[in-house]
């Protein structure tokens, strides 16, 4: 990144836990490797399934953000049981078009979206902005009476 003051840097993937701030499992970015027992894909999918091993099958929640996020994925972690949330890049073809952010929306709105055990939201924190969300670990469009925030957001 040219704006940044170091042209190099360590890559360092983790996997903590977000009260006790705890590092369960991390993977340092090694860039391509050799053939060999080091040679790793490096998508982000691949990424997260290496990460959460530790806990797959322990019904724990994995919070992501967009570069991480994708269908495939949370499809993965729900078969392992562990639930999936994260923020989505507003380019994924699963998105449908009425969550995307226009200039009809104002700021506050959110539309909820369900699937079986799976919850797709966009919410409007600006003009012409959207974020967008998605969860299996919650199964409600429930608003913070005091943000006025869908819950998902505060999670």
């Not at 042209?7 to 090694?30: M, P, Q, W």
């Amino acid at each position: 990144m040219p704006n940044k003051p170091a042209k190099y840097g360590v890559k360092v993937f983790a996997l903590r836990d977000a009260k006790t701030f705890y590092c369960s499992n991390l993977e340092i970015y090694c860039g391509k490797q050799p053939p060999g027992p080091y040679d790793v894909r490096n998508t982000p999918t691949d990424i997260v399934k290496r990460l959460v091993s530790p806990i797959e099958n322990s019904n724990k929640n994995v919070t992501t953000d967009n570069w991480y996020t994708n269908i495939p994925l949370l499809h993965y972690l729900l078969e392992k049981k562990t639930t999936p949330l994260g923020t989505m890049k507003k380019n994924r073809l699963e998105i449908p078009p009425e969550f995307l952010p226009t200039k009809a929306r104002q700021p506050g709105e959110s539309i909820f979206g369900f699937q079986k055990d799976k919850l797709l939201v966009s919410s409007v924190p600006k003009r012409n902005k959207a974020v967008i969300l998605f969860s299996s670990m919650h199964d409600s469009g429930v608003m913070d009476e005091a943000t006025k925030k869908p819950e998902i957001i505060l999670d």
